[in-house]
């Protein structure tokens, strides 16, 4: 998406990403749902994506209670050196 911007000219570039923020934010519920449907359905599947996400210590069993297939890996056992 960003490329296709980027190939017009700045002053049509800018109204261009304008419309388009307008349409996303003016959408309604239904039509998201009717075109986004097959992507969103696709983040929930463990076959299709890795999701990961940083939390603070204090948050780290609450966030397994959530999601109880979560596997727990530390910052420093991630670092190459």
């Not at 994506?49 to 297939?69: C, D, G, I, W």
Request: hydrophobic letters at 40%; a positive charge.
């Amino acid at each position: 998406m960003n490329r296709i911007f980027r190939s017009f000219k700045p002053s049509l570039r800018q109204l261009s990403f304008r419309r388009l923020c307008a349409r996303i934010w003016d959408a309604k519920k239904d039509e998201v749902l009717a075109k986004g449907k097959a992507n969103l359905l696709n983040l929930f599947d463990d076959n299709k994506y890795v999701r990961s996400m940083a939390v603070n210590p204090s948050k780290l069993q609450e966030v397994l209670n959530t999601f109880p297939k979560t596997q727990v890996v530390k910052l420093e056992d991630m670092q190459v050196i």
